[in-house]
């Protein structure tokens, strides 16, 4: 079975920073992209960042680019989250969530693709307090 286990979240001030984990399992790493999406509070979810782990690259929303970077570790079968300069707008639970990502497809349509998935970790709480 496809599991995907997101932790690392906290409470942190602005500008500060936190790095999220999810450990996953029960699929070939390489195979499949990893993104992080987050909900804040009375809003939809969003995309975030997300790696195509065959290749190691990668896609950020506006939103995020330059402050968060998303990494893996494929020894570990693990994608990482490091968030920088955290404002309170970031404030949100933030998941992971896997998808099998064909060949043909770039780092550009990763978010996209992977949004769609069914596979999907528990959420994680980042909370920036002002």
């Known amino acids: 079975d496809v599991q995907l286990q997101a932790s690392g979240g906290g409470l942190v001030q602005a500008g500060g920073s936190l790095r999220l984990s999810c450990a996953a399992s029960?699929?070939?790493?390489?195979?499949?992209?990893i993104g992080w999406f987050r909900q804040a509070p009375g809003k939809n979810g969003k995309g975030v960042a997300c790696i195509v782990n065959r290749d190691g690259s990668t896609s950020y929303a506006d939103s995020v680019k330059g402050r968060f970077t998303i990494s893996s570790d494929s020894a570990k079968n693990t994608v990482y989250l490091q968030m920088n300069s955290l404002k309170p707008e970031d404030t949100a639970v933030y998941h992971c969530a896997a998808e099998k990502f064909p060949t043909v497809f770039t780092s550009a349509q990763c978010i996209g693709a992977v949004k769609g998935s069914d596979y999907w970790g528990q959420g994680t709480l980042v909370t920036v307090s002002s």
């Open positions: 029960g699929f070939t790493f390489d195979d499949y992209a």
